[in-house]
């Protein structure tokens, strides 16, 4: 992006003070160093100037501090535009040298903050409010700074990678774009040499070859083959070639060309081609402005194929540079509009991309970021205007992240970033957003834990889902759900009672397996309620027993049109009489719980039975206590036959409470 992002700045900084130029005839080399460097400067080759004052600013004397401090901050502005990490120390050398614009800070603030510095930076921004309390461009720099770490823990589910494949060393390669929307042919920038045997001349403004435009497609298998230049007249040995757009059916291409002279700076223009066969035909400047001194460049042509989003310098524009959008006619383009103060800030924003939705991504160092340049999502509104967005980590770091291009309608694509690239050169990378998968499962079982191979599992969603799945012969099931439903889940089966469970997707960022089991109630023998507990010798529910209690009343609620005998036992210890009628009151205080709780009275009937029932050991019990046998009655005369510490087991499981269903027809006739 050397160019486009760096060199377009040939029109956009020109800063010059009269006044402080006179301070370089102190001496007659040194001036005529700096004075080439000025020139270099004005003409946006930041390259070139920047090794011009790194080598005056050694040989100008330690008391001529403002002269030190003028070429030190001219410095760091030509590294800051061309990403070299030695503009920290300039900046850094043009404050302790007093340097009088308060420019300084701001600066050294921007790129503190892109080298992650973030405290420092955040000290600067504050220093520069001082002089110039209004500024957006510092106010959103201390709030990214705030937001970091809401960021970084807020990390979005985008993967990305560098791609190998497409990048080369020494070189920059940026700003990617699919032809059309089967996505098999990707067109990208590049400063790579295309001839490795000749010697490249090193651009004063970048210090990087001239950029052009590169094609690869996909091969039978789907993998990438090798890159090459665009065929036709795109690509010219004399210009910067690159940052392209296409029509939708590939044939039209919309591209950025600069060109420069040793006498004068001819700005960034756009330009048009379509093709016939292979060959692109030579290329048309697109006419956007009536003054065609004005700047445009990174084309962006819309869905509808009418529409062209742009990037101007233009002087009445909201400062840098700004995204337009303009009604193309021909080679002409019409009824030009600046996106406004929502989109453009003082600050640059570039590299606009638009969906099929009209969703616009655009990359800007002047809202909120992690440093240098960040992408941006923009989602149109009812009301005409824009939610935006910064698309977060990992997408974005604290280098400059840009030129977003999406396969289709997928979240899957390219981007360039210059992330981890000490010399500032761009490269390609990859991101996708994973598929989030929502799945249910678990296993049925009846109320001894044993599997029931035959239940039916009614699902239905807030989004209109109404589905029916059968367990398998080991009582499981699985089912895939879908992103931000509610759901209703109702257990069946022949023989047992209805049991429901809920669970929601609503908001969950990351993939997720629900386990939800059922367990199921005989709907013809008793069923022992778990976790009862009254006071000792008492018929008063302790704390302990809520949950229970609270599962039973929602089995009541799941099955409304079924009636229960509550009843409640005890062991043989003790006065018959006595334990009758404390098991008697036990299985009241339950019904008395139910009915506070909003169940019916007339669907529960509460029974106390003392010892007289006591219970059959079943499969459940003997497998769970090996000691006692299958269908033989805990009564008191096999329960002394135990040894003490069974016979304490058999009263304790004795000693329950249990419901059974009475009828299943309860407001039904």
């Not at 992002?5 to 005529?32: D, E, M, N, P, T």
């Not at 061309?82 to 900046?91: D, F, K, L, M």
């Not at 923009?378 to 910064?390: C, F, Y």
């Amino acid at each position: 992006m050397q160019f486009f992002k760096k060199k377009q700045s040939i029109i956009f900084h020109r800063i010059i003070s009269l006044g402080l130029l006179l301070l370089l005839l102190q001496s007659c080399g040194v001036s005529s160093r700096i004075k080439k460097a000025d020139t270099r400067f004005e003409l946006g080759e930041y390259y070139a100037a920047g090794d011009l004052y790194k080598s005056s600013y050694g040989r100008i004397p330690y008391k001529n501090k403002s002269l030190r401090g003028y070429v030190a901050f001219r410095q760091g502005e030509c590294y800051r535009l061309i990403n070299n990490q030695r503009a920290e120390q300039a900046y850094l050398n043009a404050i302790r040298n007093n340097y009088s614009d308060s420019t300084v800070f701001l600066r050294y603030a921007q790129v503190l903050h892109r080298n992650g510095k973030y405290g420092e930076a955040l000290h600067n921004y504050q220093l520069y409010l001082q002089k110039d309390s209004s500024n957006i461009i510092a106010k959103n720099g201390i709030r990214a700074i705030q937001m970091l770490e809401e960021w970084q823990k807020n990390a979005t589910r985008y993967e990305v990678k560098y791609e190998n494949q497409f990048n080369v060393r020494r070189a920059s390669t940026f700003s990617p774009v699919f032809v059309n929307a089967a996505a098999d042919e990707l067109v990208f920038t590049s400063t790579r040499s295309t001839d490795k045997k000749a010697s490249v001349k090193a651009d004063p403004i970048t210090g990087l070859p001239k950029s052009n435009l590169f094609m690869v497609r996909k091969n039978a298998a789907g993998k990438w083959g090798k890159p090459e230049m665009l065929e036709g007249e795109i690509n010219t040995p004399e210009t910067d070639d690159g940052v392209c757009s296409f029509a939708s059916n590939g044939k039209t291409i919309y591209f950025t060309r600069a060109q420069q002279s040793d006498l004068a700076d001819m700005g960034t223009k756009i330009y048009v081609s379509s093709r016939t066969g292979a060959a692109w035909n030579p290329p048309q400047m697109l006419k956007i402005f009536v003054d065609s001194t004005i700047s445009v460049a990174h084309p962006a042509l819309a869905p509808d194929g009418q529409t062209i989003y742009f990037v101007s310098d233009k002087k009445d524009g909201l400062g840098g540079k700004d995204i337009y959008k303009a009604t193309l006619d021909g080679t002409e383009c019409k009824y030009i509009e600046n996106l406004g103060s929502e989109i453009n800030t003082p600050g640059d924003e570039m590299f606009p991309v638009v969906r099929n939705d009209g969703t616009l991504y655009f990359s800007s160092n002047g809202h909120p970021g992690f440093g240098g340049l960040d992408i941006f999502k923009a989602v149109p509104q009812k009301n005409g205007g824009w939610l935006i967005q910064n698309m977060g980590t990992p997408v974005n770091s604290k280098a400059d992240d840009f030129g977003m291009t999406f396969a289709g309608d997928t979240e899957t694509g390219y981007f360039s970033s210059n992330s981890n690239e000490i010399r500032g050169y761009d490269a390609l990378w990859s991101f996708q957003l994973p598929e989030q998968v929502f799945l249910v499962e678990g296993k049925v079982v009846d109320d001894q834990g044993q599997i029931i191979s035959d239940a039916t599992i009614r699902i239905v969603g807030s989004n209109g889902t109404n589905a029916r799945i059968q367990t398998k012969k080991d009582g499981t099931f699985r089912m895939k759900l879908e992103k931000d439903v509610d759901y209703v889940m109702l257990a069946t089966a022949r023989g047992f009672l209805n049991q429901k469970n809920e669970l929601s997707t609503q908001g969950i960022a990351d993939s997720k397996t629900f386990s939800v089991n059922f367990r199921l109630s005989s709907i013809s023998k008793p069923v022992k309620i778990e976790n009862i507990f009254y006071e000792f010798g008492k018929w008063d529910l302790t704390p302990a027993s809520e949950k229970s209690l609270q599962e039973l009343v929602k089995l009541l609620k799941d099955n409304p049109n079924i009636t229960i005998e509550l009843s409640s036992h005890t062991d043989y210890i003790g006065d018959n009489a006595f334990n009758k009628n404390l098991s008697e009151k036990r299985a009241q205080s339950v019904v008395n719980y139910l009915i506070k709780a909003g169940i019916d009275k007339e669907r529960l009937t509460a029974v106390g039975y003392g010892e007289e029932k006591p219970i059959v050991v079943d499969e459940a019990l003997a497998q769970k206590y090996p000691f006692l046998k299958v269908g033989e009655p805990l009564s008191e005369s096999y329960i002394l036959t135990l040894t003490p510490e069974q016979q304490e087991i058999a009263n304790q499981i004795n000693r329950r409470t249990e419901f059974r269903v009475l009828k299943t027809t309860y407001n039904l006739y």
